[in-house]
């Protein structure tokens, strides 16, 4: 009776909810404990800046274990965690609360220890310092955000305001990894005092540039692995979309690669040049993201503006030698993701979508464009002056340089991978499962195989040790008979006919 009443099914649905709701609160009151034990030890800490030379950004004190400890407790905990966690809240896994106040927890730790260390010396108002109170804004509205959804509260004004706060919580928390990189690279020049006065405009260059090869190559691995289908909704080709952005990016390259009003140097040429063709190739590739009859079409624009682009930056004029050999690798890997990006869309997939017309496969060949740009971003976004700088004076050559920027490269082209797949293996099973089990026939290496033909199989493979010679060559001939046996049952009418 209790089963058939709605009141006893709304009281159950009631009791089961309070110990997730309350574990839930329970662990971010953990966190706020945590963050309130934390935020008053660095709070306390003084900014000294009695050693860093008159005109520097920094003291000539090497980073010392405090800080160290924080730059990679900080970099596994917003470059792994916290995207980790953002997946498995859109996946709704269980698991989503749970690492997500776990990372929060050591986020205020290494923020503690960023303001208890020793040894060098920064600036009080370096960007790095400013940045991190409007992503910790983000991660504590995160919290917040979180908790509140966590209590259901559905009634009146609450359930009114309610749809807007999941779509803030949405779009916050899949900002979040976007503001940690962002972060991670202030940390990385606040190290190391680059980017001031005369290299900041190059600075920007470098890492704008080089971040949006890497975005451009994450984009380009959700769309292959998971979004094909997403793009075929759209009533759009791919280049539609990638020539609109190089077209946009090419005006405003066009109008700030240049100082107007000072005299024109060498790069200034370059550049300009060089946002001219990104506005004008851009435009022939959305004109040409259509068939005659208005449906997509693929085109070999955004290739080529990569090729043509990574030709232009392979002969970029250096100062120092490692710099020049740098930026030449960088040009040949963009040039490679544009040649192999023509190539997978007119010879691999021959104009058409996908692979397939379901979506869900790929071709080995189509990670090569998509992985270039990654490695194009990072060696375009670790070749500014004073890196190149550094470097020369650390002693590695440019060999040894490039293979070190290729393996960061490879390890973010693996997580990005890892993150779709958990994502994929959820949200998308029921279409994986029909696509791996057709028709109710399990595959193997990629073929339906008949279940009667795996058990005869088996069979005979677990006889065969037992057989003698003149048993192999008796059932050898009884099957040989059977089979034409079976041969004859399954011809054609019109053969039945002819005997």
């Not at 899949?174 to 006065?197: E, N």
């Not at 624009?301 to 960088?330: D, N, Y």
């Not at 397939?356 to 060696?379: I, K, M, N």
Request: neutral net charge; glycine residues 8%.
């Amino acid at each position: 009776m209790a089963l058939n009443n709605p009141a006893a099914r709304r009281g159950g649905a009631t009791r089961s909810l309070i110990p997730r709701v309350s574990s839930s609160i329970t662990a971010t009151a953990a966190t706020a404990v945590l963050a309130a034990a934390f935020i008053p030890m660095a709070s306390g800490h003084d900014h000294h800046e009695d050693q860093i030379p008159e005109g520097a950004t920094i003291s000539v004190e090497p980073l010392d274990t405090t800080l160290w400890l924080h730059i990679f407790l900080q970099t596994f905990v917003f470059g792994i965690l916290f995207p980790t966690g953002m997946v498995l809240g859109m996946i709704k896994s269980r698991w989503h609360v749970p690492l997500q106040v776990l990372a929060t927890a050591l986020a205020f730790l290494g923020y503690a220890l960023g303001h208890l260390h020793k040894g060098r010396q920064f600036i009080s108002n370096n960007v790095h310092a400013s940045f991190a109170n409007i992503l910790f804004l983000m991660m504590i509205s995160q919290v917040v955000l979180g908790v509140y959804l966590k209590l259901h509260l559905e009634k009146g004004f609450q359930g009114r305001i309610r749809p807007f706060l999941r779509i803030l919580h949405s779009i916050n928390g899949k900002a979040f990894p976007l503001a940690s990189w962002v972060q991670m690279v202030f940390g990385g020049i606040t190290a190391l005092g680059f980017c001031q006065g005369e290299h900041t405009g190059q600075c920007l260059a470098h890492f704008i540039m080089g971040s949006a090869f890497i975005a451009y190559g994450v984009l380009l691995t959700i769309v292959l692995l998971v979004g094909q289908l997403w793009l075929r909704r759209t009533g759009r080709s791919q280049e539609f979309f990638d020539s609109a952005v190089i077209a946009a990016w090419g005006c405003v390259n066009t109008f700030t690669e240049h100082r107007w009003g000072t005299a024109w140097v060498r790069n200034d040429w370059q550049h300009t040049t060089m946002g001219v063709i990104w506005w004008a190739a851009g435009l022939a590739g959305v004109w040409l993201s259509r068939n005659r009859d208005g449906t997509p079409k693929r085109n070999f624009i955004p290739g080529f503006v990569l090729l043509i682009t990574g030709w232009a930056m392979s002969a970029h004029p250096q100062e120092l030698m490692i710099s020049a050999m740098t930026h030449k690798m960088f040009g040949y890997s963009l040039m490679g993701a544009g040649l192999t990006r023509i190539i997978e869309i007119s010879f691999i997939l021959k104009d058409k979508p996908a692979v397939s017309d379901q979506g869900y496969e790929t071709h080995s060949f189509q990670y090569v464009p998509v992985f270039l740009l990654y490695a194009s971003g990072f060696l375009f976004m670790s070749a500014t002056e004073e890196q190149m700088a550094l470097v020369a004076g650390s002693g590695i050559d440019h060999v040894a340089y490039v293979l070190i920027i290729y393996s960061l490269a490879f390890i973010l082209f693996l997580f990005v991978n890892i993150l779709i797949h958990l994502y994929d293996r959820t949200a998308n099973a029921d279409s994986l499962n029909k696509t791996t089990h057709g028709n109710g026939a399990i595959r193997l290496n990629g073929r339906p195989t008949n279940p009667e033909t795996q058990l005869r199989d088996a069979g005979e493979f677990e006889l065969e040790g037992l057989m003698s010679d003149d048993e192999d060559d008796e059932v050898a001939s009884r099957r040989n008979l059977l089979k034409n046996e079976r041969d004859e049952g399954i011809a054609s009418p019109s053969t039945a006919a002819r005997r």
